[in-house]
């Protein structure tokens, strides 16, 4: 809401009193009126203009008003009247203060809350990504040693005593192409890393869910664990926040590779996105680990719950806070004969935009 200058609020204050008397006049309906305006600018302009309209409209009362209705000879009925008057002004206009002081408390509140919840996300990003060092210091050190590689065949093949220009212009690209490789994961890490305020942008979910998936990979290779993709072509795109979305992803797919680190058979990864009836977006990521909790599986959305010797208990609580300022939704189902699923709805463009 905008916010009115000082003279624009005590302006508020004698427009407000100077338009409930000329209404009044024909009518002669004094109290209600100036009661109005005394209302008016005590919820507009706050306590000062609140009270320059309390002494203005006791003024008009009095002066235009009062003493006109009710003769001399009820001297006293008169004064209980204009002092009603000027106590019901007084407390509407504290009213209107108190009522205005507590919105303001509650917009700090509000304000304060969505830092803290955002800061517990960064948190949250932080401490799984510090979880992941090693699989991260693989993941960047693999085009870096392939650069490396490729920089020494350029150099091999210009020093020949006849040097193959081809080979090493192929060598030269590969090199280029690696450093950008190693360059892009960095880069992506960062914004993960990065603190800043929320950015609503369109995002293709797809692409978010193959950016996840290139920086997990060495993480699920690690344990065996095999990585498949049923993505919808082309899909709506969805209005929400790149990092946060990306950050839901990754504490899913994490989550089912720790699912699956030590069970027997077969370890697959699957993450799937569709369209819905309802012009949304539905997203899976299914296990073959130990599957949900048993008899608390109804908890593992609530915060500090965790099944892990070192897990925070907030992940998926802030998953959850996460998909839903998104305005989607975010459950979990068994996925038969073994592991759990996790899905997650994201309203698209349109939809968001409606």
Excluded at 49 to 78: I, K, N
Excluded at 95 to 107: A, F, I, Q, W
Excluded at 309 to 335: C, F, P, Q
């Amino acid at each position: 809401m905008k916010v009115l200058s000082n003279l624009q609020r005590y302006g508020l204050a004698i427009i407000s009193c100077g338009v409930a008397l000329v209404l009044a006049w024909p009518i002669d309906a004094p109290s209600s009126c100036l009661l109005l305006a005394v209302t008016a600018s005590s919820l507009f302009g706050g306590l000062g203009p609140g009270l320059v309209s309390v002494a203005l409209s006791a003024l008009a009362f009095e002066h235009f008003f009062l003493w006109r209705t009710f003769p001399p000879a009820h001297e006293t009925a008169t004064f209980l009247r204009f002092a009603v008057f000027v106590i019901a002004t007084l407390l509407i206009t504290g009213l209107m203060e108190v009522k205005r002081r507590v919105e303001e408390s509650r917009t700090r509140a509000q304000e304060a809350l969505r830092l803290a919840q955002s800061d517990l996300a960064r948190v949250n990003r932080v401490t799984t990504m510090g979880e992941l060092t090693a699989s991260l210091a693989h993941e960047v050190n693999q085009p870096i040693a392939a650069a490396v590689t490729d920089a020494n065949t350029c150099l091999r093949w210009l020093t020949r005593d006849s040097p193959n220009l081809e080979e090493a212009r192929e060598a030269a690209s590969r090199t280029v192409k690696d450093a950008t490789r190693a360059a892009e994961i960095i880069s992506k890490i960062r914004l993960i890393f990065k603190k800043s305020a929320t950015q609503q942008e369109l995002v293709d979910v797809n692409q978010v869910i193959n950016e996840m998936i290139a920086l997990l990979r060495n993480e699920a290779s690690r344990y065996h664990i095999s990585v498949r993709t049923e993505l919808v072509p082309n899909p709506p795109q969805v209005m929400g926040d790149r990092v946060q979305l990306q950050q839901v992803l990754m504490n899913l797919m994490i989550n089912a590779i720790d699912a699956m680190k030590n069970v027997e058979g077969t370890r697959e990864l699957v993450i799937t996105s569709q369209r819905a009836e309802d012009e949304q977006l539905v997203l899976a990521v299914s296990d073959t680990g130990v599957g949900l909790p048993p008899q608390q599986a109804d908890q593992i959305f609530n915060a500090f719950f965790t099944t892990k010797s070192h897990g925070t208990g907030m992940g998926l609580r802030i998953s959850r806070s996460i998909v839903e300022s998104h305005g989607g939704r975010l459950w979990a189902a068994d996925n038969p004969p073994q592991g759990a699923s996790f899905y997650l709805t994201l309203p698209t463009k349109l939809e968001t935009h409606e």
